[in-house]
T-cell receptor
Framework: SQKIEQNSEALNIQEGKTATLTCNYT??????LQWYRQDPGRGPVFLLL?????KEKRKERLKVTFDTTLKQSLFHITASQPADSATYLC?????????FGKGTRLSVIA | GAGVSQSPSNKVTEKGKDVELRCDPI?????LYWYRQSLGQGLEFLIY????????KSGLPSDRFSAERTGGSVSTLTIQRTQQEDSAVYLC????????????????FGDGTRLSIL
């Protein structure tokens, strides 16, 4: 069955540093991979979508990579701020329902 | 414009009762999804509607769960004879029509209904 692993349940970093979150998947070959942010008590908010033929995608301080050989996506937040503290979810998908990882809870410490 | 709206935001009910959860998607979004999120768990897919196509019900955990979408807009998720393990946050999302694959459109989520079964 499809399996998604996000590198750790929690990640703490200092303000101003780059946060790197990892998403690994097994047993399928998604054509797309999406990243979402979720704050406590709120629904997920879409951040970025990357296609299998794209190696990298950027949006402001966010960067996502998609390595279909390693079956891995990396999500980077540069110049992190306390407001970036949230849970980040990855969702690799093809022609099937989105399957979400459990998320990584990021805390950016001032 | 308005986002996805879910009601009620919280629902507490006794075991064995039926509950209805409502979702108002973003206008113009033909795709609608229901998910369940239990404490400390990822989002679990329940059901997917796209236009006039037959819904994908493959994620519904039991026959106590059902959903409908009227007029291609509002959707209702119904849980009959609720059990304590049904306690979770139920999230609805909508999107523009996916192309070849379901994952090629961003999904817009509501803030969910927090369901507690006593």
């Amino acid at each position: 069955s499809q399996k998604i692993e996000q590198n750790s349940e929690a990640l703490n970093i200092q303000e101003g540093k780059t946060a790197t979150l990892t998403c690994n998947y097994t047993n399928y070959s998604p054509a797309y991979l999406q990243w979402y942010r979720q704050d406590p008590g709120r629904g997920p908010v879409f951040l970025l979508l990357i296609r299998e033929n794209e190696k990298e995608k950027r949006k402001e301080r966010l960067k996502v990579t998609f390595d279909t050989t390693l079956k891995q996506s990396l999500f980077h937040i540069t110049a992190s701020q306390p407001a970036d503290s949230a849970t980040y979810l990855c969702a690799p998908s093809g022609n099937t329902p989105l399957v979400f990882g459990k998320g990584t809870r990021l805390s950016v410490i001032a | 414009g308005a986002g996805v709206s879910q009601s009620p935001s919280n629902k507490v009910t006794e075991k064995g009762k039926d509950v209805e959860l409502r979702c108002d998607p973003i206008s113009g979004h033909t795709a609608l999804y229901w998910y369940r999120q239990s404490l400390g768990q990822g989002l679990e897919f329940l059901i997917y509607f796209q236009g006039n196509s037959a819904p994908d019900k493959s994620g519904l955990p039991s026959d106590r769960f059902s959903a409908e979408r009227t007029g291609g807009s509002v959707s209702t998720l119904t849980i009959q004879r609720t059990q304590q393990e049904d306690s979770a946050v139920y999230l609805c999302a909508s999107s523009l029509a996916p192309g070849q694959g379901r994952g090629n459109q961003p999904q817009h989520f509501g803030d969910g209904t927090r369901l507690s079964i006593l």
